[in-house]
């Protein structure tokens, strides 16, 4: 794809579906937290029985899930939020599982959802799931499901002090324009995508100007300073939902191996056969379909 200043152009190509959901309007939120400004998009459904809480990966944001979010279930509303120190969210001095839950709880607190009764199911794509599964273990009587997307679950054992991130270890890079920039977008862990228009579309949303230039909007502190969940154990008391990538690396590991047989008893595994790692990326439609099969299945048991 050539890359040019406009987005609409660069994505004309792009299927009817994709046009179709990135032009529904969401709800633009954003308020200040102890810790620093928090972000979201929410797409409200009229009628909507209950909530979908959707969770980025490491050094993404919100609006990865444009693709998607219209897609899924009118029967619930729809909240994507820039985790601390990504997308629009406010950078922090360090970040932590036990933050990123809180920056949740207060998005879930500030839509007055757990006051409506609403019940509120999580989808997180890696990091996200990581989010997802720990939120979804630490607080089990708030939410009725989870769905992790291609997350490494490591045992409690594993040595994280040994663990090599796949993120940037340099400091930011500011570039002369945007073309530049978006020129440089790469995923990580790195794979290819034939689905061009997606990439350049969260591409477009992973940048912003500032006086020294162009940037990314993440913070280049959190690869670094995040701190993982060492000696911790998933549990999940409501259905779960594992969802990995068929040519994804962790497939085949020893990890994909773990979690098939610590959760057998607690959560599903379903293989998207032809999505690496970036499974919203490579195959959103099944990734939809999957979803959407799974939360009517557990709405009906409800």
């Known amino acids: 794809m050539e890359i040019t200043d406009s987005l609409s152009n660069d994505i004309i190509d792009a299927p009817d579906w994709f046009h179709s959901a990135i032009s529904q309007g969401s709800r633009k939120e954003n308020f200040n937290h102890p810790l620093g400004k928090l972000t979201y998009q929410v797409w409200d459904r009229k009628d909507a029985q ?26 619930f509303s ?12 406010a950078h922090r001095n360090a970040y932590n599982f036990e933050e990123f839950s809180d920056a949740l709880i207060a998005i879930i607190n500030k839509e007055k959802i757990v006051s409506n009764y609403q019940k509120i199911y999580l989808v997180g794509h890696s990091l996200g799931g990581h989010v997802a599964g720990f939120m979804a273990s630490e607080s089990p009587n708030l939410f009725h499901g989870v769905i992790m997307i291609d997350s490494p679950i490591r045992p409690p054992t594993y040595d994280y002090d ?6 940037p270890l340099r400091r930011i890079k500011y570039y002369p324009d945007k073309v530049s920039i978006i020129e440089r977008f790469r995923l990580m862990p790195p794979q290819d995508c034939e689905n061009s228009w997606y990439l350049r579309y969260i591409a477009e949303h992973s940048v912003f100007d500032i ?25 999940f008391q409501c259905p779960a939902l594992f969802i990995a990538g068929g040519k994804s690396l962790l497939l085949e590991s020893k990890i994909m191996k773990y979690i098939r047989e610590a959760f057998k008893d607690s959560m ?17 439609l099944e990734l939809v379909s999957l979803i959407n099969n799974y939360l009517q299945q557990w709405e009906e048991k409800k």
């Open 50 to 75: 209950d909530i979908i809480l959707l969770i980025h990966g490491t050094g993404a944001h919100k609006k990865w899930w444009d693709p998607i979010a219209p897609l899924l279930n009118n029967k």
């Open 78 to 89: 729809i909240i994507a939020p820039d985790l601390p120190g990504m997308g629009e969210s």
């Open 162 to 167: 040994k663990h090599q991130s796949t993120g």
């Open 211 to 235: 006086e020294e230039g162009w940037r990314w909007r993440f913070d280049d502190k959190l690869f670094a300073t995040l701190r993982r969940l060492h000696n911790y154990e998933f549990k």
């Open 268 to 284: 599903t595994v379903e293989v998207i056969e032809d999505a690496a790692h970036h499974v919203p990326l490579d195959s959103p």
